[in-house]
């Protein structure tokens, strides 16, 4: 079964300025990825990092939403190991990607997940022969194309 890791904001998506046809697109396709999660059908991976991220969201709606799916989903978890984090984290970093997203990165490998789905247009230039880093909307088309075989 296909094992999936979202970013930050992958996960707060759905709560952005849905007037935008993008973010509308992106929110839709993140809430069927959640639904692909929930009825099993794909598997979920989060971390600490992230963790850490949805609990400094100021919106305590958004907040206790995201937490409420993961703690549903029964999420693999991903704590911080700091040599394997630290070491791919890095490379990802050594090539411009930023602090949190870098570590986002690792933590998905290190949870052996198949895809990373972001929206994060600078993470998603990031590549990597470790993890396929991907929009919720490809990631979606990608699905569809696995399912129809």
């Known amino acids: 079964m296909l094992k999936i890791y979202l970013d930050n904001c992958c996960y707060n998506r759905p709560f952005d300025d849905l007037t935008q046809l993008k973010v509308n697109i ?21 971390s600490y990092i992230s963790l850490a991220e949805i609990l400094d969201c100021n919106i305590e709606y958004n ?10 989903v029964d999420a693999k978890y991903v704590g911080y190991d700091k040599s394997n984090v630290n070491s791919l984290a890095n490379e990802a970093i050594s090539t411009g990607v930023k602090d949190k997203d870098a570590n986002h990165v690792a933590c998905a490998i290190i949870g052996k997940c198949d ?19 991907v929009n919720p909307i490809e990631f979606v088309e990608i699905w569809e194309e696995m399912s129809d075989v």
């Open 115 to 133: 895809y990373l789905l972001t929206t994060d247009s600078r993470l998603l230039n990031y590549k990597t022969d470790k993890i396929k880093i």
């Open 63 to 72: 907040r206790e939403s995201i937490l409420d799916f993961i703690a549903e």
């Open 26 to 46: 992106e929110a839709n396709a993140k809430i069927y990825v959640q639904s692909l999660i929930k009825d099993k059908v794909i598997n979920l991976c989060y």
